[in-house]
């Protein structure tokens, strides 16, 4: 059974720092395409923030671009969000997402981020 355990999230001053973990189980690590974060805020649809290919190539939201870096460990089947420089417009729930070669997506369960002061 495919399983996205989150970690990371919490309240943080603006201009704070805060890095959220994935990790995988359940999927042989070769078999992951892609793996992302998305949020949500209330009122809000869920977006992409970032997302890395097995290749190592970056996709991020043009809102989070030089503040945020994601990276990933095949070996390991985690994914990490680096987030720097927060801002109170970055609070939401943040989601851990993968996509695995024939069988599709999951999502974790999020973990909340809260930027204020």
């Known amino acids: 059974q495919v399983q996205l355990v989150e970690s990371g999230g919490g309240l943080v001053q603006p201009g704070g720092s805060l890095r959220l973990s994935c990790a995988a189980s359940?999927?042989?690590?070769?078999?992951?395409?892609?793996m992302g974060w998305y949020r949500q805020s209330p009122g809000k649809e869920r977006e992409l923030v970032a997302s890395?290919?097995?290749?190592?190539?970056?996709n991020y939201a043009d809102s989070v671009k030089g503040r945020f870096t994601i990276t990933r460990d095949n070996a390991k089947a985690t994914v990490d969000l680096q987030m720097n420089s927060l801002e109170p417009e970055d609070t939401a729930v943040y989601y851990c997402?993968?996509?695995?070669?024939?069988?599709?997506?999951?999502w974790g369960q999020g973990t909340q981020v809260t930027v204020s002061s």
């Open positions: 997402k993968v996509i695995v070669a024939l069988k599709g997506s999951y």
């Open positions: 890395i290919t097995s290749g190592g190539s970056t």
């Open positions: 359940g999927i042989m690590f070769r078999s992951i395409n892609v």
